[in-house]
């Protein structure tokens, strides 16, 4: 009898012992966005060029006196534009003015859902959700069903096996 206990003894110490963890996890999400109405508005600012060959320009009068111009709600009007041909009999010359018109600058502050008169101006309008559905079942099955314009529906299972020791 002491030798069958000194062999299970030297037995159980001499066997390695093994232990391993698993960790199992089934996550199952499921999500339903809708854009909102948005506005983006940039405003263009005036602009005024001039340039020639074979010509003197000048913004003012014809003394070289150059005038600022006016300003008003925040449109910029360059005020008098003079050239005068250099050429004397018969000599080519060219004249080349630009001007853009800017927007107006506004006066108060804009309402909610109201667009500014400018000239870039980008609007969406908000998202409807309609019939958007996701259904995930235990057999992990995702089924979705897309909504109206500006909706987006997602859906997942993740499953997730971890064996440590």
Known sequence: MKNSLFFLAAFLVA??????DIHHTISASASLT??????QATRVGSSFSISGTGVDTAIGDNAGQLS??????????PGTVVSTQNASGGESFSFSSTYLQGDVVPTSALTTGASPNFSDVISTAAGS?????????????????????GSQVVGQIISEIKITD
């Open 68 to 77: 600022a111009g006016t300003i008003t709600s925040g449109i910029y009007s």
């Open 15 to 20: 066997t390695p012992s093994l232990k391993a």
């Open 129 to 149: 959700a309609g019939d958007a559905a996701a259904t995930l079942t235990s057999a992990q099955a995702v089924g979705l069903t897309a909504g109206g314009p």
């Open 34 to 39: 809708t854009t909102a109405a948005a506005t």
